[in-house]
């Protein structure tokens, strides 16, 4: 990792690489903004919103299923590949969506998901209707019962609980073949070994590649090749993780790269080559496989999700996450939260991040949530990671600093996971409320209707135009790193600076240096132009300036 000592001015990217240090904006369009008041974000709202995210500072926007779907799990269950759901919108709303973007200088990442459809899809409604042994039912993974049929063809278990199979039972009541589903029953999973699913995929990504979308991300990138061959063997238990030699039966096995090199040539047949980025839960060695520039290019980190907020732990993260990158040609991407984790405000505010779960169960109330600890360790997080080499991936509604919503009544859950771990886990809707836009309407201007999942009287709080107007607000600070983000960020380079275990500190290019101090005490302040701090620095008459506990400062050194 070098140095370099060219000015501080904004560099302009090769288009071909716009990826590699990209701050994008995830979109989770059913809670987003609702422009025709049904109580569902939809593909006009994001439109109508483009302007507020050209103002923020990212470089691309990254929608999550906005497909036509039953909703068994918030999209991921599409019905049509190559549609918009009618309730979000049409095709003609998606280009104009991609036209406003595109016109203001945003790119858009559209999310892909290849394991598994929804049970509405055309193919698994042939399955259903064919016999045993059709070509319809080869495009699944449908399987006789073991003894005499009563008991499933495995043990391999839903991620949202329970078993992932599930019997059919013909209309006259009789049972006959189980299905696999690796998620919810309305989620069937393709099998990766049939050709046609293969050609299939790749004219959903000429689809929307044809449509001016500039990338992927590809959810559960590392379960499509599976071992099927009977009898088929047990899954490594999720707790131990994955095996790092490709041998689970169901996960990040070597043959699911075959396919992602086929992916590979399709995106590279367009001008700029067309990106995408891997959902890939599994070892940290493995991870890199999938970025390899033959491949995806890019994969998710997902480790900051799960760290505590600990400088040995962030450091490490980072040191090893860097080496991977620059093995696999890839930039390194950064995650602190998404639609699948609890808010890392909410995170940072327990007295432990595994703590998110039963927090969520006791409807907020147990652990307590130190909410003032953690939002100013979340802002502290966010200009640690937004200075960082490499992509940023930020979920809408942390730039607010939102927090985790709690106590969600349990008959307006929706994830599937409250219901598959039978009221065990509440699952993912907390990070999922619409968002708070202004304080005068109903809905906090997400729409005028009641929205889909409700919204709690704090996100008065944290509305956008409450912030906007707070020059001290998580808004505020993120439009200034993420400006200053776009004048500074480009490379790959970090040199670490060791002063205090407590402190995370590095210096990039041209005297940026980002300081971190993750105790609560506070901490010596290198010398340098402060131009940045997500937290009041002070300095007492006649001393030093300080660097408080649980703050990010980013400098000039000269
Ligand atoms: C991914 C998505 C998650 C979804 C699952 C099944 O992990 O991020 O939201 O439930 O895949 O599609």
């Known amino acids: 990792m070098t140095d370099t000592d060219a000015t501080p001015t904004e560099v302009p990217v090769a288009d071909a690489d716009w ?5 994008v904006y995830q979109v989770y369009p059913r809670s987003f903004a609702d422009s ?47 549609d918009v759901d009618p309730r979000l919108g049409t095709l003609a709303d998606f280009d104009d969506m991609v036209a406003a973007a595109h016109g203001a200088g945003l790119k858009v990442i559209v999310d892909i998901v290849p394991n598994h459809t929804s049970d509405q899809h055309v193919w698994f409604r042939e399955a259903l209707a064919s016999e045993p042994g059709s070509p319809a039912r080869a495009r699944y993974v449908f399987r006789d019962g073991l003894d005499g049929g009563a008991t499933p063809p495995s043990t391999w278990p839903s991620n949202f609980g329970g078993s992932a199979w599930t019997r059919l039972t013909r209309p006259d009541g009789t049972p006959e073949q189980w299905y696999l589903h690796l998620f919810a029953p309305e989620q069937p999973d393709l099998d990766w070994s049939n050709l046609e699913v293969r050609d299939d995929f790749k004219a959903t990504l000429r689809f929307w590649s044809d449509r001016g979308v500039d990338g992927f991300r590809v959810d559960v990138a590392h379960g499509l090749a599976k071992d099927l061959v009977e009898p088929l063997r047990d899954a490594n238990p999720k707790d ?28 590279d047949e367009y001008d700029p080559p067309r990106t995408a980025v891997a959902e890939a839960w599994v070892a940290r060695e493995r991870v890199s496989l999938y970025a390899r520039p033959t491949e995806l290019g890019q994969a998710f980190n997902f480790e900051l999700t799960r760290a505590e907020f600990d400088p040995a732990e962030f450091r490490t993260i980072i040191e090893s996450n860097l080496e991977l990158a620059a093995e696999s040609g890839a930039s390194s991407t950064w995650v602190l939260s998404n639609h699948d984790v609890v808010r890392h405000a909410t995170r940072y505010g327990l007295p432990a991040t595994t703590d998110g779960d039963a927090f969520l169960l006791s409807g907020g109330t147990s652990p307590e949530l130190d909410r003032a600890t953690g939002l100013r360790r979340a802002r502290a997080a966010s200009m640690l990671m937004l200075a960082l080499p490499g992509s940023a991936y ?8 939102l927090f985790e919503v709690a106590d969600i009544p349990d008959d307006q859950l929706q994830d599937p996971v409250w219901i598959r771990t039978e009221h065990g886990l509440k699952g993912r809707d907390g990070c999922r409320v619409p968002l708070p836009w202004d304080t005068s309407s109903p809905a906090f201007g997400f729409g005028t209707h009641e929205p889909h999942l409700p919204q709690p009287a704090w996100f ?22 993420l400006a200053l983000r776009h ?21 990039r ?18 010398e340098g132009e402060v131009l ?19 703050t990010t400062v980013w400098l000039r050194v000269r």
């Open 240 to 267: 131990f993780g994955l095996p790092t030699d490709g041998s689970d039966p169901l996960y990040d096995r070597d043959e699911v790269h075959e396919i992602f090199q086929e992916w590979r040539e399709v995106l």
């Open 460 to 481: 008065a709080d944290s509305a956008v135009s409450v912030e906007e107007g707070d020059a001290d607000s998580t808004l505020s600070l993120y439009r200034r790193a």
């Open 36 to 82: 025709d008041g049904d109580g569902l974000g939809d593909i006009a709202g994001v439109t109508s919103r483009v302007p507020y995210l050209a103002q923020l500072g990212v470089d691309a926007i990254w929608l999550s299923p906005f497909y036509p779907s039953e909703l068994a799990d918030g999209g991921y269950d599409v019905a049509d590949y190559r």
């Open 532 to 550: 940045l701090s997500s937290g009041p620095v002070e300095t007492p008459a006649g001393g030093a300036a300080q660097l408080p506990g649980e």
């Open 509 to 526: 290019h041209d005297g940026w240096h980002s300081v971190t101090n993750f105790s609560t005490e506070a901490a010596a302040l290198p």
């Open 19 to 23: 990826w590699r240090q990209a701050t």
């Open 487 to 507: 004048q500074l960020q480009r490379g790959e380079d970090l040199t670490w600076v060791d002063d205090d275990p407590a402190v995370v500190h590095f210096a």
């Open 394 to 401: 930020v979920y809408q509604g942390e730039e607010l600093g």
